[in-house]
């Protein structure tokens, strides 16, 4: 609208300056003339309303406002003498509103530096929400909040929750997930057809993450050995867990149970299609097929392996969890980067992990 009323204002100065050399006569025939004209207007608009912008309502009111209403009665326009008066008053009220409006410090903007990176990491990770950004951000020592996340994708025109996860238990098992772990089978397919079953284990405290093989046939022998595995490498690493989530899937035998029981550790089963009993377990399963299984063509069960293990350590040494406020499993959040000056220059590289699948950040050395 400004840019419309400084043109309408300089191209009728320039006008009024054209009018000077003109005699009475030639100014007095152009007048009858430019009446005539709107007469033929108005008639061949009657009963429609003219089709005005803020600009031009802006532009009739300071120009014919100090006009008296006798004066504006007699000329013919294309709206009534009072509009023209009500533009005047809706001006003056604006004005005086911005003027007596007190001059309150806002939110200071958000740092172009960090704009431009959450930008770049939803570009380069469409299927990052605001909390993943945020989370990212976190793990870079970026003092954000999700709101200014969400709010600078939006101001952007992207989604700010491309995909929304589902509510889950998380106050139910946060309470309980001491000396509790969980496992399941995650089903893929390499480019021959062939069918891969992985199996894998979280831990519900830490949210760590182990993979205990993948083969494309689970046979009884196969899943009790990984089972073995599972209660050596906790063994080693001095954890102590009292119960062990897992579905009814035919793939476990009784076998395996009792080698965790030998260990201490109770099987509890879920109940029968109802996945949310083992949401953790299930919220990984999705994770990982989101982001590995689904975006990689898995030519062999040794590429299959490969891959596995570096979305393992991904998992857990990099990527945040809102549940450990945004820390990895095996990497504490940095403290948040107080320096002004080191904010504006942020200097990120990126590392990428299975060909480019996966996007790992941090500051540059």
């Known amino acids: 609208m400004l840019v419309r009323l400084a043109y309408l204002a300089v191209s009728n100065a320039f006008s009024a300056l054209r009018l000077l050399p003109k005699g009475d006569r030639e100014k007095d025939i152009e007048i009858l003339s430019l009446r005539q004209q709107i007469t033929v207007l108005q008639r061949q608009l009657a009963g429609t309303r003219p089709a005005l912008d803020p600009a031009d309502r802006a532009f009739l009111a300071a120009l014919l406002a100090p006009l008296p209403r006798e004066s504006l009665r007699r000329l013919r ?15 003056v009220r604006r004005r005086h509103a911005e003027r007596s409006r007190p001059k309150r410090p806002g939110r200071p903007r958000t740092v172009a530096s960090i704009r431009r990176l959450v930008l770049r990491l939803v570009h380069e990770n469409p299927a990052w929400g605001y909390r993943r950004v945020h989370g990212e951000l976190a793990m870079l020592g ?7 996340v969400w709010q600078i994708l939006k ?9 929304r996860a589902a509510t889950t238990w998380g106050a139910f098992l ?5 000396g509790i772990l969980a496992c399941d089978f995650l089903e893929t397919f390499t480019l021959s057809g062939q069918r891969q079953c992985v199996l894998a284990v979280i831990e519900h ?8 093989g993948a083969t494309a046939h689970p046979t009884a022998a196969w899943v009790t050995q990984a089972a073995r595995n599972l209660v050596m490498d906790l063994q080693d690493a001095g954890i102590t867990v009292r119960y062990l989530i897992r579905d009814h899937d035919a793939k476990f035998p009784a076998r395996f149970d009792e080698v965790l ?9 879920t109940g029968i299609r109802m996945p949310r009993m083992n949401a953790v377990m299930e919220r990984w399963v999705r994770t990982c097929r989101r982001e590995l299984v689904d975006r990689t063509l898995i030519w062999n069960q040794a590429h299959l392996l490969r891959a596995l293990r570096e979305f393992e350590s991904h998992y857990n040494e990099h990527r945040p969890h809102r549940t450990l406020r945004q820390s990895a499993p095996l990497h504490t959040a940095p403290e948040p980067i107080t320096d002004q000056a080191r904010i504006i220059e942020l200097d990120v590289r990126r590392h990428d992990r299975v060909g480019g699948v996966l996007h790992e950040y941090e500051h540059a050395a």
């Open 261 to 269: 029981a030998d260990a201490g550790i109770a099987v509890v089963l």
């Open 77 to 91: 326009l294309i709206v009534h003498p009072d509009t023209v008066l009500r533009w005047h008053r809706d001006l």
């Open 174 to 178: 946060r309470s309980q997930a001491e």
């Open 155 to 163: 101001d952007a025109g992207i989604d700010p929750a491309p995909e």
């Open 142 to 148: 970026i003092k954000i909040a999700a709101s200014t």
């Open 205 to 212: 405290a830490t949210r760590r993450v182990r993979i205990l």
